[in-house]
């Protein structure tokens, strides 16, 4: 069995499946199952997961407000442009920030929890950085696609690094501001191709290549970096 923590859920799916619900793996057994169908499905859904754990804590964990998080009174953290953002935190009766001189200065309730006050740090930096993130998206795709975009937000997501509407709304993991140019190129591109091709038909990668021929690295390097825990 797995050393990794699980819990069990019966449920009326025709198959059974496991997934990550933070440290923890949760499985989802079929319905209809024996009890010797079930230490089998168990065990082989555990030893999948532990091995699609061990790969995932290899990659790279983006995490820039980690020093602040552990208390840290300031922190330079360092974009994937490789511009820095300067924070500065002092004990306020309750949380506020305010940018001056390109140093972010937060006031901090020191009654606020590691968790909400992680999730601040992360839309304080989306907020910031929306207008910057925007205009790349209209210049990329003003030089490639010229598709109707509506809309674009950028936020913190513990999932996916994208996403896009039928409607020409993109949106944008903040953790993307920690990565390589080219692989926000790459999402960009990816989500606007997604505005023609609301799929993953080939139809859809023809486009993306015909934009960026080189397309399969970038995938290949997105994958060695891991998104922020926002559960810590």
């Known amino acids: 069995m797995s050393s990794l923590p699980y819990r069990i859920e019966r449920t009326h799916n025709r198959t059974s499946r496991a997934s990550f619900d933070g440290d923890t793996i949760l499985i989802r057994l079929a319905r209809w199952l024996s009890a010797s169908e079930e230490e089998r499905h168990i065990a082989t859904l555990l030893k999948r997961m532990a091995k699609a754990h061990a790969k995932h804590v ?44 390109g140093m972010w200065n937060i006031d901090l309730d020191p009654s606020m929890d590691r968790r909400t ?29 010229r598709l109707p975009v509506r809309r674009v937000r950028l936020e913190i997501m513990g999932v996916r690094w994208g996403s896009c509407s039928r409607k020409g709304n993109i949106n944008l993991n903040s953790a993307l501001l920690f990565v390589p140019p080219s692989i926000l190129r790459y999402v960009i591109i990816h989500e606007l191709a997604h505005i023609k091709h609301p799929n993953h038909s080939a139809a859809f990668w023809r486009t993306v290549e015909c934009v960026m021929p080189e397309y399969r690295i970038e995938i290949a390097t997105i994958k060695h970096f891991r998104l922020p825990d926002l559960q810590k």
Do not use: C, Q, Y
Not at 65 to 84: C, I, K, R, Y
Not at 85 to 99: E, H, L, M, P, Q
Not at 125 to 145: D, F, P, Y
């Open 58 to 101: 290899e990659r790279t964990l983006i995490d820039p407000f980690g020093p602040l998080l552990n208390g840290s009174g300031e922190a330079t953290v360092v974009m994937g442009d490789g511009s820095e953002r300067r924070f500065v935190i002092k004990s306020g009766d309750k949380i506020r920030a305010t940018f001056k001189a």
């Open 117 to 145: 006050f992680h999730r601040f740090l992360w839309r304080l930096l989306s907020k910031s950085e929306l207008g910057n993130v925007e205009e790349l998206v209209l210049a990329i795709n003003r030089e490639t696609l």
